[in-house]
């Protein structure tokens, strides 16, 4: 078989995933804050890797920073050998789930799952078995009329999680994905979690402050203080 054929990357660079190189954010003010001090992660392909440190470290804005929400002043950003740093957010095909989903609460739950297959105009047939396929994986087949205000807290993050994949990132970012959930409710979703991230094959980061979470979901784990991996 030939790989060029499989591939859009250049010939010798494919496969390497994420590589994070000496970046750093500064968000102005007085005095400024250098929230990333310098960082450089690397996470290989189909790899979960925990990001856990205490709040205020730096570890939601290296995340912006991957995904291309906030601007780093020094470093690049890589995928698969190919600077990303100034590419367009929509460009890097990299998503991103937030602590509280942000779900959009004037779509149904479908609605919310097809967003970037709309945005994307991926057609009408294609989407909708891509919306069932994804409900089902999040145990919520039969859900997709439902309108969001009508879900528990965990549900409407599964439906997070469902609409993060839909558009078949190559990277997913997860940032506190599960701490708005109560405890008990929290395992049993880090679980869930690990396995769909598993099944998509998907490359992650995910940001945590509970180690147990961390342990349930992520091949690997590395700890941030002070805007730097320690
Ligand atoms: P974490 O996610 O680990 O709690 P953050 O990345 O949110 O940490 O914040 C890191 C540092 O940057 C903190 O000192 C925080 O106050 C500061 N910070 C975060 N966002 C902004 C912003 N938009 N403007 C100015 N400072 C910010
Ligand atoms: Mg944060």
């Given at each position: ?12 660079t ?30 290989a392909p ?22 291309g ?16 740093t ?20 004037h ?42 205000t ?18 078949r ?6 940032d ?47 700890r ?7």
């Open positions: 078989m030939n790989d060029s054929t499989l591939s859009d990357a250049p010939t010798g494919a496969g390497t995933g994420l590589e994070v190189s000496g970046l750093r954010v500064t968000y102005p003010g007085k005095p400024p804050v250098e929230a990333v001090a310098g960082v450089d992660l690397g996470v189909g790899q979960i890797v925990g990001l856990l440190g205490p709040s205020g470290c730096g570890k939601s804005t290296l995340l912006s920073a991957i995904v929400v906030v601007e780093p002043d020094a470093g690049t950003v890589a995928w698969d050998g190919v600077d990303v100034r590419t367009p957010i929509h460009q890097r095909g990299f998503g991103l789930v937030f602590q509280d989903g942000q779900l959009f609460p779509r149904t739950v479908a609605g919310n799952v097809g967003f970037g297959l709309d945005m994307a105009g991926v057609a009408r047939e294609e989407r909708d078995e891509r919306i069932s396929e994804l409900l089902d994986v999040v145990g919520l087949a039969g859900y997709g009329a439902r309108e969001i009508e879900l528990s807290g965990g549900q409407r993050q599964r439906v997070a999680v469902a609409r993060s994949l839909a558009p990132p190559r990277l997913l970012l997860l506190e994905p599960l701490s708005a959930l109560d405890s008990e409710l929290r395992g049993r979703l880090a679980a869930d979690l690990g396995e769909i991230l598993r099944r998509f094959s998907m490359t992650a980061v995910m940001v945590t402050h509970d180690p147990r979470e961390a342990e349930l979901v992520c091949d690997r784990v590395v941030m203080r002070d805007g730097v991996l320690l």
